[in-house]
C-alpha cells in the first residue's frame, strides 16, 4: 500500500527541496526580497518544502530576461540538470516577470515543468496545478503584469513630458559648457548638482545653466572655427587636443563630440526630449522631429542663435541627400580625375560624399566601385571593414565610460591599450567580432581574447551581417574563459557562451553600479 502524498507531493513526513526566487524592483516595499523571503519561508513550512538555495534578482526590472542574472542562473542549472531541488517557490507572477509577451513569461516556466520542477506562485490565489482555472487565471495575472508596467511607462512618460514643457530637464549630463542647477518647487537655487549627483526630494527640479566662463568660450569659439572659418569636426577637435582642451569627461575630442555641441539645441537654451525612446527595454529607436517635446528659450543659452542656425544650413547642406545616379557620377569623376579608388581618396574631396555615404548607400565601397565598372587590384573588403571597426571602437569605448558615469561609477582609460579600469576594482576591454559567412551560407564570429592583458571582463561586440549594425554583446568573464586565446561563435552557441548574451549593455552597468551601505 502506497503511503499518502502531501498537496506539495512529498510522501508525508518528508520535505520536498525547493529553490526560491525573489526580484524586488522599485515598486513598493511589500516587494522588498526580505518580505518576500519571509512569506516563501512561511508557505514552506505549511506545504513541506525546504528552501535549499536562493536566486535574488535586487533591484531589476522583469520586463526581460537581459539583466537579471540570477533567473538566467536559474534557467541554465535547470537546463544543465545540475538543479538539486524539485521545486520552485515565487511570491507571485509578477516577481517572475512582468513581460511584455505573456508567453515569455510561460516558456521560461514551462523550461522548469518540462525538467520535472514545479514553480509555485505562493501569494497568489490560486493552485499551480495545471488545472482549467489555474491555467486561466495565471494567464490572466501575466497580461496583468505586463499591463501593469506598460500603464506605468504611460503615466512616467506623460509626466516627464509636463515637466519639459515647464522648463525642467530630463536626467542626462550637462555636457561642456553647461552645468545642472537644483532649485526647489518655486525655482529658487539651491546649489549646483556634480556629475553623478541627483536630487533628493521629489519636489525639487533641475535646469541648466551657463558652465565655467572657460568652457563657455570654447563653446562659442567652436562655433565660429565651424561657422565663419568653415573648420570640419575632425579640424576642430584636433585643434582642442593640440591646445589640451578636455570634454566635459575629462577625454580629448573626437569628431563625433565636436558635432554633438554644434547639433545640440540646449546650447541656445531650448530643452527638447523625446528624440530618442527606450521604452520598456525595447529597441532604442530614433523619433521624428514631430514626436520631440520641447520648451524653446527654457534655460539661459551660451550660443547665439544666429550662430546655431548657420551651423543647422551647414550641416544640413553638407549632408543633403544626393541620388544614386549622381553618387556614382561622383565616383567616376574623381576615378577619371585620380585614375584610382579608396576611402581615403573620397574624404579628401570637400564638395564630394563621404565614403560612409558611399557604404550607407550601396552596402560597401567595393560594391559601389562595381557599379562604375572600376575593380581595384585586390581585394579591399577586409581593409574596408577592419577600418569601419577600428573607427567604432573609439565610439564604443567612449559609450561604455559614459554608461559607467551615469549609473554613478568611474571608468578610467588607458591611453595605450584601452583597457578600461572600473570603479578601481575591476578592468575590462572591448573587442569587435566581425562577422564572417561560410562557403555555405553561415555565420560565424572569431573573438579574439588579449592574453597579454588579461582583462577581468572581454566585452565582445559582435556584428551583424555586412559589418555595419551591432549585432549583441557578450559579457565574458576572463576566469569563464581566459585560457583560450579566441572563441568561434555561431548565431546559437548553448548556454555555456549564451548565458553572457546580451542586447545592450545595460547588464554591464548594472555591474558597476555603486549602492550606499547603511550601518544598522
Not at 491555467?135 to 512618460?157: D, H, N, P, Q
Not at 506623460?158 to 545642472?180: M, V, Y
Not at 557604404?359 to 573588403?381: C, E, H, N, T, W
Amino acid at each position: 500500500m502506497q503511503r499518502p502524498r502531501d498537496q506539495c507531493g512529498g510522501e508525508c513526513g518528508t520535505l520536498v527541496r525547493a529553490a526560491q526566487y525573489v526580484r524586488m524592483s522599485t515598486e513598493h516595499q511589500k516587494y522588498s526580497t526580505e518580505n518576500q523571503s519571509e512569506a516563501l519561508a512561511a508557505y514552506a513550512a505549511r506545504r513541506g518544502f525546504e528552501i535549499v538555495k536562493t536566486y535574488a534578482d535586487a533591484g531589476k526590472s522583469g520586463l526581460k530576461l537581459d539583466g537579471r542574472a540570477a533567473l538566467q542562473g536559474l534557467i541554465a542549472d535547470v537546463r544543465r540538470g545540475v538543479a538539486d531541488f524539485d521545486a520552485i517557490l515565487v511570491y507571485d507572477v509578477s516577481r517572475w516577470g512582468r513581460f511584455q509577451d505573456a508567453d515569455e513569461s510561460a516558456y521560461y516556466e514551462f523550461i522548469c515543468r518540462e525538467a520535472g520542477i514545479a514553480v509555485h506562485y505562493c501569494a497568489e490565489q490560486f493552485e499551480n496545478d495545471g488545472s482549467l482555472s489555474a491555467t486561466i487565471i495565471k494567464s490572466m495575472k501575466r497580461a496583468m503584469a505586463g499591463e501593469y508596467s506598460r500603464e506605468l511607462s504611460t503615466k512616467v512618460f506623460a509626466g516627464q513630458c509636463r515637466l519639459i514643457t515647464l522648463g525642467f530637464r530630463q536626467g542626462g549630463p550637462a555636457g561642456f559648457g553647461l552645468r545642472r542647477q537644483l532649485v526647489d518647487e518655486l525655482c529658487h537655487p539651491k546649489g549646483e548638482l556634480a556629475r553623478g549627483e541627483q536630487k533628493s526630494l521629489q519636489t525639487d527640479r533641475v535646469v541648466l545653466t551657463p558652465g565655467p566662463p572657460q568652457e563657455v568660450e570654447v563653446v562659442r569659439r567652436l562655433y565660429r572655427l565651424f561657422v565663419l572659418q568653415r573648420r570640419s569636426e575632425s579640424e576642430i577637435a584636433a585643434l582642442l587636443n593640440a591646445e589640451g582642451v578636455m570634454t566635459d569627461l575629462g577625454r580629448p575630442w573626437t569628431r563625433s563630440t565636436v558635432h554633438q555641441v554644434l547639433t545640440n539645441e540646449k546650447y541656445i537654451g531650448n530643452n527638447v526630449y523625446n528624440r530618442r525612446s527606450f521604452k520598456l527595454k525595447a529597441k532604442r529607436v530614433l523619433n521624428t522631429p514631430d514626436m520631440w517635446v520641447r520648451k524653446d528659450g527654457a534655460f539661459e543659452g551660451i550660443v547665439e542663435p544666429d550662430f546655431f542656425e548657420a551651423a543647422q544650413r551647414i550641416i544640413q547642406d553638407r549632408s543633403r541627400r544626393f541620388s544614386d545616379e549622381e553618387l556614382l557620377g561622383q565616383l567616376s569623376a574623381l576615378l577619371e580625375q585620380k585614375g584610382w579608388l579608396s576611402g581615403l581618396v573620397i574624404d579628401e574631396v570637400e564638395d564630394m560624399a563621404s565614403s560612409s555615404t558611399f557604404r550607407q548607400r550601396f552596402g560597401s565601397l567595393v560594391r559601389a566601385y562595381a557599379l562604375i565598372g572600376y575593380a581595384p587590384a585586390k581585394d579591399f573588403r577586409y581593409i574596408e571593414t577592419n577600418r569601419a571597426l577600428r573607427r567604432l571602437h573609439p565610439d564604443i569605448v567612449a559609450q561604455v565610460i559614459d554608461g559607467v558615469a551615469q549609473a554613478g561609477g568611474t571608468a578610467a582609460r588607458d591611453e595605450t591599450t584601452d583597457m578600461i579600469t572600473v570603479n578601481a576594482e575591476f578592468t575590462a576591454s572591448i573587442v569587435l567580432a566581425r562577422c564572417c559567412e561560410t562557403a555555405g551560407g553561415a555565420l560565424r564570429w572569431k573573438i579574439r581574447l588579449d592574453q597579454g592583458l588579461r582583462p577581468d571582463i572581454t566585452i565582445a561586440v559582435r556584428m551583424q551581417a555586412g559589418n555595419e549594425q551591432i549585432r549583441d554583446y557578450y559579457l565574458l568573464p576572463w576566469i569563464e574563459g581566459g585560457a583560450d586565446p579566441s572563441l568561434k561563435l555561431s548565431p546559437e552557441n548553448g548556454v555555456r557562451f549564451d548565458a553572457f548574451r546580451f542586447d545592450d549593455l545595460d547588464a554591464f552597468y548594472d555591474l558597476t553600479r555603486r549602492t550606499e551601505l547603511r550601518a544598522a
